[in-house]
């Protein structure tokens, strides 16, 4: 069905059939716009920023772009076309008819997902509220504001949902999910890695890479779910996802490479005088990913949840491409092995059910395409004749949930004292000095086609236009 922009919320999910749920959500429209015009990129509210802005919903040319004033942006409610005949993919009622309606039994452990699904969306609007004034080019800025409002719209997509399924209580959680806010004392949102600060674009870059990563993996496995119209939602959301982790992979290989070139310059690897240069000298980078992979890994939740069993078991949430990778999709009686800490300093094998397991097996899958950035700028480190290498640090290591949390290991895992954990936190993290550093190359750079030293161009622009393209013109 396509999308009916006419309508005060385009959509195309009817919403003009069913007056009740479009009042409701009508009502909510503004407070999401004032929340918007204070938490979002308020200062840039009368730039025209070249958007994309999604059209249709099918695989062929889905989205159109054009200058927009990002508070006209048209936020709306997208689900990819029903699946005829789609059947429930996983767990006990495997194979039975997928459902329209929230099961009674299930409402609550739905209406915690998608509120947390949900929270994530705002959350990292608020984490990048600033960093428009410090964006290494109008390329960059454009595709931060892209990233912006779309994770807008997924907020948008959750609040149907919880109008359309969850009555009186879906409601109160659509303005809840506006009330908290990224590093709030008092309502922060919900999971960890979104009350961490975003003030500098290398951490906006490692976010979308590490972050947005996590969320394509939360998203495939919703996507599996039995409730069809969170299926749906979640595989439309998919395809904005792409993007936002292409901003991430091709931002750290810009980095990457113009590192290289001063390196070159240089002809050599010294980091006092590659700092000199203005660059991101590479052991500060890898601090950098150290922190936001280990700190997006505690997204999956425990190892060993009981709350990923039953939502297995239910059909509430699958795995991602559940169909295509695995054979057992019911997975009553399988095992999967962990090693976990045991209390005195060593290790333990734990056999436990694969049930449990499942958010082991998703922060596997997700380890596992981390891996595919890496070894991009890898080749361009070795291609450019150096040995350093970037590496993603061990699982285990600065874990605040599940098995692991609060163990100190060092970078492979291994398990070491709390003093030596202390001490070496600075070979490890970025420490305030790396943080004042990168801080100190964020200068603005607005002029069409100029970029910030420390970041190479793309190699492309947006939509087939040049580099030199004012993607957005500030007024
Ligand atoms: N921080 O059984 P457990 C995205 C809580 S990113 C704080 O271990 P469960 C995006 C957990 O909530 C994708 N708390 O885990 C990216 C639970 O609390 P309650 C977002 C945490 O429930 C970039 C308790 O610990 N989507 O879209 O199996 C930009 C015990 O839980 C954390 C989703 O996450 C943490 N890191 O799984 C924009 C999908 N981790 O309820 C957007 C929806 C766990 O006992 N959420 N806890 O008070 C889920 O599927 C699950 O809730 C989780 C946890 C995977 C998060
Ligand atoms: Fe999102
Ligand atoms: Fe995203």
Redesign the pocket.
Known sequence: MSIDYSQKIPNNVNLSNDRTLQRALEHWQPHFLDWWREMGPNDFASADVYLRTATGVDAQGWASYGAVKMPDYRWGIFLADAIPDRRIGFGDSFGEPVWQQVPGEYRSQFR???V??GD??P??VEQQHLLGHTCPSLYDLRNLFQVNVE?GR?LWAMVYLLHAHFGRDGREEAEELLARHSGDADKPR?????NEPISDWLSFYC??YF??R??K???K??AESSFDPLARTCRFMLTE?AH?MFVGETGIGRVVKRTLEVMKELGSDDVQAVRAQGVVDLPLLQRYLNFWFSSSL?????EV????AS?FASGI?GRPDETTQYQDHVCADATYELQVPDGKGGLQTENVSLRNA??EV?REAYVRDCEIGLKRWNMQIQKAGHAFRLKLPSTRFRR???AWANVPTDLEGRIVSREEYERRLAEWLPTPADRAYVQSLMQRVTAPGKMAGWVAPPDRGINNLGLDYEYVRLS
């Open positions: 915690r997902l998608i947390t699904q994530t969306e959350a990292s994770e997924h919900i999971l960890g890695t979104f976010f979308t972050t947005d996590d969320g993996f939360q998203l496995s919703l996802e936002h505690d997204l999956f939740g425990s949840s009981s709350n990923a939502s949430k499942m958010n998703l605040g949930i599940g």
